[in-house]
């Protein structure tokens, strides 16, 4: 079943909110290619949503670093983790096996539920900094400094 974007997924910021909606494309996508069988679809979109899963996660955890967010390492890890799983799908399927059933089993569990869980946890802390940052910034601009440097 397609996953449907709802609000539910959303943790309040919109650059993460959005690379997350990417990402449900990208399952959403493996699920259309379970039904085509076409191989060749399969690697392209494995491929892609490896290249674009790696490049998020390095986004959110330089957010949570710089938010001083206390679990930071934690949630690194479990990327890390989810990374290498999704790489050895992405090696069975080269090797010719079907993986397409349990792999969207698996990323559908696992973005939901990490989303849900892991993602919320963090994101306060994030969004506190980026008001905080905001704040900051509209600060300088105010000043003699933001004025002749901004």
Avoid: C
């Avoid at 001083?68 to 090696?91: C, D, I, M, T, W």
């Amino acid at each position: 079943m397609t996953i449907k974007w709802t609000s539910a997924l959303e943790i309040g910021i919109p650059v993460i909110d959005a690379q997350h909606h990417r990402i449900v494309e990208y399952i959403n996508q493996v699920e259309h290619v379970q039904k085509t069988h076409s191989r060749e679809e399969l690697l392209d979109v494995l491929d892609e949503l490896v290249d674009y899963t790696i490049s998020h996660f390095a986004f959110e955890e330089s957010l949570m670093e710089e938010a001083g967010y206390p679990f930071a390492n934690a949630h690194s890890k479990v990327h890390r983790l989810f990374a290498k799983r999704v790489e050895a799908f992405q090696k069975r399927a080269r090797a010719g096996e079907d993986i397409t059933e349990e792999l969207l089993h698996v990323l559908k569990a696992w973005l939901v539920n990490h989303i849900q869980r892991d993602d919320q946890d963090y994101s306060a802390d994030v969004k506190a900094n980026m008001a905080q940052a905001t704040k900051r910034a509209k600060a300088r601009k105010g000043s003699w400094f933001g004025r002749l440097f901004g």
